[in-house]
C-alpha cells in the first residue's frame, strides 16, 4: 500500500501542474504582446513549476535521494502558482468570481496533505537518508 501512495504523488506531479501549462500555454502566447512583461514573467514561473514537478516525479519513481525535497518545492510552488494564478494573473484564465477563497483553500490542502505524507512516510524518509 506504500508503494501506491508514492505512485499516486508521482501521477500527481506529473499531471497536475504539466498539464494545465500545457493547456495555459497556447491560450497564452497569441496575446502575449499585449500582455506585456507580467505576462511574460507568470508564464515562464509556470513553466518552471512545471518542469520541477516533472522532475520531482522522475525523482521519486527513480527513488533518488532528492526526490522528496524536490517534490515537496514542487508541491510548494504548484500550490502558490494556483493561489498567485487565482488572485491576479497576467494570462487568460477562467475562474468564477466568489471562488478564489474555495480554490485557493483547495490547492493549499492538497499540497499540504502531500508534504505531511513525505514528513511522515518510513519509505520516503529512507529514500532521503534521514
Known sequence: ??????????????????LDYMFELPQSLPTMGMRGVPGAIELLVH????????????????????GPSLAAVALIGSAAATVQTVYWTALPHQTVPGSEAVISALAIGH???????????RRIREMAGR
Open 47 to 66: 513553466g518552471i513549476v512545471a518542469v520541477l514537478a516533472v522532475a520531482a516525479a522522475q525523482a521519486l519513481w527513480n527513488e533518488r535521494r532528492s
Open 111 to 121: 499540497a499540504a496533505i502531500w508534504l505531511l505524507y513525505l514528513s511522515r512516510s
Open 1 to 18: 500500500m506504500a508503494r501506491a501512495w508514492l505512485i499516486l504523488l508521482c501521477v500527481v506531479l506529473l499531471l497536475w501542474r504539466p
